[in-house]
T-cell receptor, first 114, second 109 residues
Framework: DVKVTQSSRYLVKRTGEKVFLECVQD?????MFWYRQDPGLGLRLIYF???????EKGDIPEGYSVSREKKERFSLILESASTNQTSMYLC?????????????FGSGTRLTVV | EDQVTQSPEALRLQEGESSSLNCSYT??????LFWYRQDPGKGPEFLFT???AGEEKEKERLKATLTKKESFLHITAPKPEDSATYLC??????????FGAGTTVTVRA
């Protein structure tokens, strides 16, 4: 069964901490994405990557950075966590051109910043 | 700017009471419209892809249709296990999807 795996389901971090969210896919997909999901706002794209070591800003990149050193792994970094970054974070992957299935999502990481 | 708007925000149904969810979009050069189902605390799961006006897809009690400006997700004789948030997304370039805010469906037994 193909999978996108996010390393943590729940995280609680303190304001100012550096936070790493990890995502691994086993489908050999070229594209990987990080979204955050908040009630009433839907899914908002933070960053995406269409190749190893490549990254592009999404709609809300401020306060975040990403790393893609290997094709299967895409990391989201909160440089200095703030309370307004409390959210559900979703990682997704897709083949080139998204194909017929759009994205395959991970189960999400619910991050609370206190 | 590309926009995807879903309505209603929430829908409460009695078991067996059929209804429809709406997804309207404004995008130049639509290259696919996607429907996903999301259960609480989980990531979205793929349901359907539609590419052209007039196209229809079915899966169990769900049927998705597409026109030039909107898509409908029809739920026929829903059961409590159909309770979920349903997300609509449009593809407008090779990599990215733009999502609507979703419709949360609650089906009571």
């Amino acid at each position: 069964d193909v999978k996108v795996t996010q390393s943590s389901r729940y995280l609680v971090k303190r304001t100012g901490e550096k936070v790493f969210l990890e995502c691994v896919q086993d489908m050999d997909h070229e594209n990987m994405f990080w979204y955050r999901q908040d009630p009433g706002l839907g899914l908002r794209l933070i960053y995406f990557s269409y190749d190893v070591k490549m990254k592009e800003k999404g709609d809300i990149p401020e306060g975040y950075s990403v790393s893609r050193e290997k094709k299967e792994r895409f990391s989201l970094i909160l440089e200095s966590a703030s309370t307004n970054q409390t959210s559900m974070y979703l990682c997704a992957s897709s083949s080139l051109g998204t194909g017929n299935y759009g994205y395959t999502f991970g189960s999400g990481t619910r991050l609370t910043v206190v | 700017e590309d926009q995807v708007t879903q309505s209603p925000e929430a829908l409460r149904l009695q078991e067996g009471e059929s209804s429809s969810l709406n997804c309207s979009y404004t995008v130049s050069g639509l290259r696919g419209l996607f429907w996903y189902r999301q259960d609480p605390g989980k990531g979205p799961e793929f349901l359907f892809t539609l590419y052209s006006a007039g196209e229809e897809k079915e899966k169990e009690r769900l049927k998705a249709t597409l026109t030039k400006k909107e898509s409908f997700l029809h739920i026929t004789a829903p059961k409590p296990e159909d309770s979920a948030t349903y997300l609509c997304a449009v593809r407008h370039n090779d990599y990215k999807l733009s999502f609507g805010a979703g419709t949360t469906v609650t089906v009571r037994a």
